[in-house]
Each structure stands twice: as C-alpha cells, then as structure tokens.
C-alpha cells in the first residue's frame, strides 16, 4: 500500500465515524477491483433501492463509483452514500465501539431462514446496527470469525448482489424506502412499458 493511499484511508476514516454513528445498515464492500466496477456499482444500487444507508468500498479507491452514485442520487433523490479508500479493519473497529453488529453474507453461512428472527429482533427491538460485509474475490478466513452472523441466502452458488437484496428486503419486511425529492419519477404501469417523468422548473413534467 503507498504512503499516499495509506494517508488518505486515514483521512477518510475520521470522516466517515460520525456518518456511522448515524446509520442503522451499512453495507461493506471487500477486496473490490477494478474488474469488478460493474458489480460493485449493482452492489451499490442494490443497497440503496433496498434501504441501507451506505456503501464502503473498502482498502482501495472507487471515485467512478461515488461520482455515479452522486449523480444519481441527485435524479432519483435519497441521502444515500458510498465511501472509498478506509481500511477493513478500522472500519470493523468502528462499528464495534458503535455497538454494532457485524454480519457476513456468505454460502457457506447459516441458512437465514433459522436466524432470521434472531436478526430481526437485533434490528427493529434492540435497534442494533447492521454492517453487511459482502465479498467481490475470496473473503478472507478471519472474516468469517470476526462476524457475529455468517448468514447464507443459499448454500448453492449465487451472486453477491442478489444475496444482498434478498438479505435486505427480509431485513426490512418488504418495506423499502420510497424516494421522492429527487428529479425523476417513475410512472410504472401493470401493462406496457412504464414512463420516466423528470420534474420540470416550470410547471409541467417532461415524460420519456
């Protein structure tokens, strides 16, 4: 790791502990490359349509990333946010001064159909936070001892991404964030393809 890298991950961890201190599911994003762009951005998108509060990209940088989810943050509305370049092991640190639970999405998991009460309880009773650490190449062992809850959606092999949705929409009972202060609305329709309203300064609404 280059000194610089080393400085800014330092940097950014000391910003990043107050935007933890108020959120209640964060996803962490491990050992991302620059191959897996596409991935961790669907990982991303996931975890914000599906109401966690953020995203790290842990160890490395992802500027393409954030710009994107900025961006679309600004259309579609919502606070949600994705942070690059803090180190694994400080952020788990964090999180357990915080309180917080530590959960592992992993194939190799308990089945989430035997623990889901317990984790539900966690969250909507004892109001504890969740940080979901989601693996892009092999997670490393001690991951697996560091979390409190190895928990699998499936035993068989499967997508990080759709582990992370299904995780989620269990997590919050179906309920999901409905956002509305940004520019563009979606029009869904039954029947025939949907249309796209982007909120217009002027009193009307352009549709595509």
Not at 7 to 23: F, G, V
Request: charged share 20%.
């Amino acid at each position: 790791m280059s000194q610089n890298l080393r400085t800014s991950i330092e940097e950014n961890l000391a910003k990043l502990t107050d935007l933890l201190k108020s959120s209640e599911i964060v996803v962490l994003r491990l050992n991302h490359r620059p191959r897996d762009f596409r991935v961790t951005t669907h990982a991303c998108l996931t975890a914000r349509a599906f109401g966690a509060n953020g995203v790290i990209i842990a160890d490395t940088e992802a500027k393409g990333i954030i710009e994107k989810i900025e961006s679309l943050n600004i259309a579609w509305g919502g606070g949600f946010w994705v942070r690059d370049s803090v180190a694994t092991d400080r952020v788990i640190n964090v999180w357990r001064s915080l309180g917080g639970v530590i959960i592992n999405l992993s194939m190799y998991g308990e089945d989430i159909r035997n623990v889901l009460s317990d984790l539900y309880f966690l969250r909507h009773i004892r109001l504890k936070p969740f940080l979901v650490m989601v693996g892009s190449s092999k997670v490393p062992a001690k991951m697996y001892t560091i979390a409190d809850y190895n928990i699998s959606i499936t035993n068989q092999p499967h997508s990080e991404v759709a582990a992370l949705a299904i995780f989620l929409d269990k997590i919050h009972g179906g309920n999901w964030p409905r956002y509305t202060e940004g520019t563009v609305r979606m029009n869904p329709s039954l029947k025939g393809k949907g249309r796209i309203s982007i909120m217009g300064t002027v009193g009307s609404d352009e549709e595509t």
